[in-house]
């Protein structure tokens, strides 16, 4: 059985990533991309659906056991796993190098003390190990081919095959060093060239602290930030400049059920705040490339904007069920594709449209067709703001008018409002004045609840959402306001976990059809973020600074955090690691410095 979400590290090449467990074994990887089909799928199965673990050698039939510590190499995306054991000690480092050809996953074996049996167990299996590959020597290398695929491994240390599985048993004492590189090609092409893995490791290192070496962020908890923004460069497509939602799919929201969805898409809206921690971080370079990505995806149709995209721009990803696969610890189905690409989400333009903005007033060079796409965008709503839509959370229960969308299409006018005005555009500002007004007059006329004091999830319902924390953030409406107040508090004590964390919305609810599925699920980190953001900007920052630190204890000892907290098990569920989790950790982190809850 797979280990728990929180047991796992990311490596990754910005192109695909893989999960290492802490046991060693590498349960997740999609080659040549993220959303390319699994060739270890044991995450959501079993061993016999895929993995790679390297680790000490144990008896046949007992459990490898968990590295006795690990940790990423300073400010990087190389992980080292050490096991102390009854002989000696022994470290695994592994990565993945930024990708100059083949993709590769490089694991280096060295002997830290005493003397160690390691023992390396490849199982490759392809099509989310549906596929058993045809397995060969060529010369001294071994590959593996099933249809449009080759993998092949090198190392330095003799194999054998048994199980339809590859071996290697060796033992490592101070100063040895064994290597062992899998790299991917497509099976009609020559065989890629041999790795360098020593020189590989110390090109990767040098990588990611001329990345690091960019952010502008010093305050405190930086350890924590710079985490999290490897984590978003590392789920970022270099070749486009797409960032996908999470490198895997089907980690359950809740566990044993059927909230269970693929996340290795570009939805706009994550990347869109994902460009804004990054713009405020100082890399701009990454958000230059995701709107020139934005650009291309939504190209001369902005009227058929997509909630998401391939990391491409692809526009079908179609919503498929892998049946032979169990799902992880029994949650099924293991989907691929997600049918919510085509779904009407209203709240996107908002969140594009300020993307856009944030990008001009840092600094970012001017790009005219984005100017364009702005004022396409903002002609689409006029005609469509006041249309019921499937919201933020992407329910499949019927559309309905939800505040936070009509929120958000208030933003995209008022932001584009604010470009005209500064004279960076030309368009009708009486008209777009206007017409912000009146959205702002609806949402207030019809998403609040005078009696509870409190806005309400849709119009005419008595429903909270999590969404709704946004509000100020956005500037719909100043903290101080009596009805930002009243919602803070309204979903502090209806939203909120015996622990503090936030659900997004009731999933046990008077109205059973509000998302369409059955089950429940955890805390949504995001939004448990988005009230310590709120908490600071109506002056309760000592309570915003505590709620923070529980958020941060939550991530494990590698600083990565899932989709969501579930407070039954004490364990993170959902899609690992999220961007959408990092991202307001990010954000929290910089408005909690700015206000001055670090000080005294």
């Not at 009609?188 to 960019?214: C, I, M, N, Y």
Request: aromatic share 10%; proline share 6%.
């Amino acid at each position: 059985m797979a280990g728990r979400i929180e047991d796992y590290a990311l490596i990754g090449d910005m192109q695909t990533a893989a999960l290492v467990c802490r046991d060693g074994t590498v349960d997740w990887l999609c080659l040549p991309r993220f959303d390319s089909p699994a060739v270890f799928a044991g995450l959501l199965g079993t061993d016999q659906h895929g993995f790679w673990r390297i680790g000490p050698a144990v008896p046949e039939g007992e459990k490898t056991p968990d590295a006795t510590r690990r940790h990423y190499r300073g400010e990087s995306l190389v992980l080292e796993s050490e096991w102390d054991t009854g002989s000696g000690t022994a470290r695994v480092v592994d990565f993945m190098p930024p990708r100059d050809g083949a993709p590769q996953v490089i694991r280096i074996v060295e002997g830290v003390s005493g003397r160690v049996a390691m023992r390396s167990s490849l199982r490759m299996r392809f099509s989310y190990g549906q596929v058993v590959p045809w397995v060969q020597q060529v010369g001294d290398r071994t590959v593996a081919v099933a249809g449009p695929d080759s993998v092949w491994l090198d190392t330095d240390v003799e194999t054998y095959g048994e199980d339809l599985t590859t071996y290697s048993d060796f033992t490592v004492s101070p100063g040895d060093r064994y290597c062992f590189t899998i790299s991917w090609e497509p099976s009609h092409k020559p065989q890629p060239s041999l790795p360098d893995p020593q020189g590989s490791l110390t090109a990767t290192e040098d990588f990611w602290r001329e990345w690091v070496e960019q952010c502008t962020y010093s305050g405190p908890y930086r350890e924590a930030v710079i985490r999290s923004l490897i984590t978003l460069k590392a789920l970022t497509y270099g070749p486009t400049g797409g960032i996908v939602a999470a490198p895997t799919t089907s980690l359950p929201e809740d566990i044993g059920g059927v909230r269970n969805w693929d996340y290795r898409f570009t939805w706009l809206r994550d990347a869109a705040i994902t460009l804004s921690s990054l713009l405020r971080t100082g890399y701009r370079e990454e958000a230059r490339a995701w709107r020139e990505w934005l650009l291309r995806a939504v190209a001369g149709d902005p009227e058929n904007l997509q909630i998401m995209y391939g990391i491409a721009g692809e526009r079908e990803l179609g919503e498929n069920m892998l049946h032979w696969l169990p799902g992880y610890e029994g949650s099924s189905p293991v989907r691929i594709g997600n049918g919510a690409a085509h779904q009407l989400q209203l709240d996107v333009y908002g969140e594009v449209t300020e993307a856009l903005h944030l990008g001009h007033m840092t600094g970012l060079a001017r790009n005219d067709y984005a100017s364009v796409l702005q004022l396409k965008l903002i002609r689409y709503l006029e005609k469509h703001w006041m249309e019921p839509d499937e919201g933020i959370w992407e329910v499949r229960g019927p559309r309905r008018h939800f505040v936070h969308s009509k929120v958000m299409a208030w933003v995209a006018v008022d932001r584009t409002v604010k470009l005209i005005e500064s004279g960076e555009i030309e368009g009708p500002l009486e008209e777009l004045k206007e017409l912000r007004d009146e959205i702002h007059y609806d949402v207030c006329e019809k998403g609040y609840d005078r009696e509870r004091n409190t806005f309400t999830q849709s119009y005419g319902s008595r429903e909270l959402d999590a969404s709704l924390l946004l509000i100020p953030q956005m500037g719909f409406l100043p903290p101080d306001d009596k009805r930002v107040i009243g919602t803070i508090e309204a979903i502090q004590r209806e939203l909120s976990t015996e622990d503090g964390f936030v659900l997004r919305y009731p999933t046990s609810s008077v109205d059973e059809n509000l998302d369409g599925l059955p089950g429940d699920e955890g805390a949504f980190l995001a939004c448990s973020f988005w009230l310590a953001d709120d908490l600071a900007m109506i002056g309760r920052v000592q309570e915003a600074r505590r709620l923070f630190e529980k958020l941060l204890a939550l991530r494990n000892d590698l600083g990565l955090l899932a989709e969501e907290w579930d407070p039954r098990r004490q364990r993170q569920v959902g899609n690992f690691p999220q961007a959408f989790s990092h991202v307001p950790l990010i954000d929290t982190a910089l408005r909690l410095t700015a206000c001055g809850a670090f000080e005294g």
